[in-house]
């Protein structure tokens, strides 16, 4: 019999059907991880129009205070109980949560783009096959619970990276920014296939608070995004300098 994923490719043509069907999942299951797609694209078009206000000085500018409003944003969607009567609060606290998100990426996104305008549109197609395909691992994978035990790595991992920020502060390392910024793009995807099968799992024993599982991906899906922008705008950068360097020899 052949494996759902197969069933992906049908006489060498992608199907579509087939990735829509979510094969190995129960019916409540699929219509679960619907919503939290569904939740998670309006979240992420949300952050981007808060880049585009950002870039164009529409309304606010990102700093410290979206930041702190981002934050705000976020611990007051966190600290509601998921009931229906508090849903359409849960939803507005989570927009803006994503649209000051948009409009702190903002200035980063702009500076980018003054390196080269083509590292925008790459960044966004790494950042979805990135997320795509990990999604499609942990959805398609034989055990829906074969990668919870990298939540304990994971965990490790972000703490490790926090460290090394800290310590870099003072000593200013390219090598260990470097280090940290693949380390954080290597911990983020693997977040992905984490939190989908974490997600999965808790549809599973009855959890349905949609708006919290799209949350968590959108957290994951921005991480992706910020550090694919910084290693191709730095990569750039480093080509350019190596022209330079070439040409006065």
């Not at 990735?19 to 190995?24: C, G, H, K, Q, V």
């Not at 299951?29 to 998670?40: D, G, S, W």
Request: one cysteine or more.
């Amino acid at each position: 019999m052949a494996s759902p994923l197969s069933n992906l490719f049908s006489e060498n043509h992608f199907s579509w059907q087939a990735l829509s069907s979510f094969a190995p999942l129960q019916p409540r299951i699929k219509r679960h991880l619907l919503q939290v797609y569904q939740t998670l694209a309006l979240m992420v078009s949300v952050a981007a129009l808060g880049v585009y206000c950002d870039m164009h000085r529409f309304l606010l500018r990102g700093g410290s205070f979206t930041q702190l409003a981002s934050a705000l944003s976020f611990l007051g969607f966190m600290s509601f109980t998921p009931t229906k009567e508090n849903e359409s609060t849960r939803k507005t606290l989570l927009f803006a949560f994503s649209f000051f998100q948009g409009l702190s990426l903002g200035p980063l996104v702009e500076i980018v783009g003054y390196v080269s305008s083509s590292i925008l549109p790459q960044a966004v197609i790494s950042t979805a096959l990135i997320f795509g395909s990990f999604t499609l691992a942990a959805i398609y994978s034989k055990n829906q619970r074969g990668y919870l035990f990298l939540g304990g790595f994971l965990l490790s991992a972000l703490s490790s990276m926090m460290c090394l920020s800290f310590f870099n502060i003072f000593l200013g390392s390219r090598m260990l920014f470097s280090f940290e910024l693949y380390l954080g793009l290597l911990v983020f995807s693997l977040f992905v296939l984490y939190d989908t099968q974490l997600i999965i799992h808790r549809a599973t024993i009855g959890s349905g608070d949609h708006l919290n599982h799209a949350a968590d991906l959108f957290v994951d899906v921005v991480a992706i995004f910020v550090r694919i922008l910084i290693i191709l705008s730095k990569n750039k950068e480093e080509r350019k300098e190596g022209k330079r360097s070439s040409r006065r020899r």
